[in-house]
C-alpha cells in the first residue's frame, strides 16, 4: 500500500515569512566575502525541566563601510527581551546571544551603501494534541525593500543614534509605514547595519535568566 504526502507550495510571502530576507547570490556572496554572519533561522526547541516548548532564535551580523546585515528578536508588542545566553565567538559580525520565547518578533535588516531592506515576521506556536511537537507560524508584520534616509538639510554625516528610519515605498510609490510599536527596535536594526566588527547584541538585553543555566539552543 502507498501513502501519498501532499505538499502544498509555500507562497512567496510565505516563504519569507518562514526563512527571512532572500538576499540575491551577489549579495550573499559579498557578506561572506567581509565576514559577516547573519542567521535569520528560528527553531522548534523543547524544555525538559519546564515540559514546554519555545522558539529559539539567534541575535547575528554587524557590519563593514560598505555593507551591513543584522538579524534579532523582540516581543510580539515591540518590548525588548532578554537573551537566553550571550556568545563570546572569536571572530566579529557573527552571533552575538540566543533568545528562547513561546512567540516573537523577528527583525531584519539589510544594508548595501546607502539602501536598506527591512523585515519583521512574527513567529507563534501552534499546539497540535497533548504531547504533539506543535506547528510554527510565521507571518509578515512588514516588508520594506530599496529604503533611503530622506534628504538631509544640514550635513548628512551624524551619529547613528540620531538617525531615523529610511523610508520604504511601496510598488505604486506609496510610503510603507512601519508599526508604531516597532518604530525603535527597527532603528536599531538598522543601526546595527553600520555597527562594524559588532561584538554586542543591538536587540537583546541582558536579565536574571543570564545568571541561570538554561537551556542553549
Known amino acids: 500500500m502507498t501513502t501519498e504526502v501532499k505538499q502544498s507550495r509555500l507562497s512567496r510571502r510565505q516563504v519569507l515569512a518562514l526563512r527571512g530576507l532572500r538576499l540575491p547570490s551577489a549579495a550573499l556572496r559579498m557578506l561572506r566575502e567581509a565576514g559577516i554572519y547573519c542567521e535569520p533561522a528560528v ?5 525538559h525541566l519546564a515540559q514546554k516548548y519555545v522558539i529559539c532564535g539567534r541575535e547575528s551580523g554587524g557590519a563593514v563601510a560598505h555593507i551591513g546585515a543584522y ?11 532578554e537573551w537566553l545566553s ?11 546571544a540566543t533568545v528562547v520565547a513561546p512567540s516573537l518578533v ?3 535588516a539589510f544594508r548595501n551603501e546607502r539602501t536598506f531592506e527591512l523585515l519583521m515576521t512574527r513567529h507563534d506556536l501552534i499546539p497540535k494534541t497533548t504531547g504533539k511537537r506543535p506547528a510554527l507560524q510565521s507571518q509578515v508584520v512588514f516588508h ?21 528610519l529610511p523610508e520604504f515605498l511601496s510598488r505604486a510609490g506609496e510610503l510603507l509605514s512601519v508599526p508604531l510599536a516597532f518604530h525603535e527596535v ?20 541582558p536579565g536574571e535568566a543570564t545568571q541561570q543555566p538554561g537551556v542553549i539552543c
Open 43 to 47: 527553531s522548534i526547541e523543547y524544555q
Open 71 to 81: 538579524c534579532g528578536f523582540v516581543g510580539v508588542t515591540g518590548g525588548r527581551l
Open 86 to 96: 550571550r556568545v563570546e565567538s572569536v571572530g566579529r559580525n557573527g552571533i552575538h
Open 106 to 108: 523577528r527583525i531584519q
Open 144 to 164: 520594506g525593500t530599496h529604503g533611503a534616509f530622506p534628504a538631509r538639510s544640514s550635513t548628512e554625516e551624524s551619529s547613528l543614534d540620531d538617525l531615523v
Open 186 to 205: 527597527a532603528r536599531i536594526a538598522i543601526n546595527a547595519t553600520h555597527c562594524m566588527g559588532c561584538k554586542t547584541p543591538q536587540l537583546l538585553v
